[in-house]
Nanobody, 118 residues
Framework: QVQLVESGGGLVQAGGSLRLSCAAS????????MGWYRQVPGKQRELVAS???????NYADSVKGRFTISRDGAKNTVDLQMNSLKSEDTAVYYC????????????WGQGTQVTVSS
């Protein structure tokens, strides 16, 4: 079994910053891509940012220049530094990891709420 645990969500004023962290644990033989997604009620879950094991990053256009994703391969963690937050960033943020256990499988965290007040 693989578990992803997120932390760092909360309430922040517009223009402020938050840092989300996600730690993967369990029977992990390798992790390829890790990423952060977000979802608001009534909408599909969307990619915010992702990072491969080689360090290649990908960002949603709406967060480019404001958010930075990073990972520690030795610790199986991925962070999302969010700056210049806007009210439209309000969502539940989910961590995802593409993990090799008995095969390659996507695992998701439980989600953490980020609320940006205007």
């Amino acid at each position: 079994q693989v578990q992803l645990v997120e932390s760092g969500g909360g309430l922040v004023q517009a223009g402020g910053s938050l840092r989300l962290s996600c730690a993967a644990s369990g029977r992990i033989y390798g992790i390829n891509e890790m990423g952060w997604y977000r979802q608001v009620p009534g909408k599909q879950r969307e990619l915010v940012a992702s990072i491969t094991s080689g360090g290649t990053t990908n960002y949603a256009d709406s967060v480019k220049g404001r958010f930075t994703i990073s990972r520690d391969g030795a610790k199986n963690t991925v962070d999302l530094q969010m700056n210049s937050l806007k009210s439209e960033d309000t969502a539940v943020y989910y961590c995802k990891a593409y993990v090799w256990t008995a095969g390659w499988t996507d695992y998701w965290g439980q989600g953490t709420q980020v609320t940006v007040s205007s």
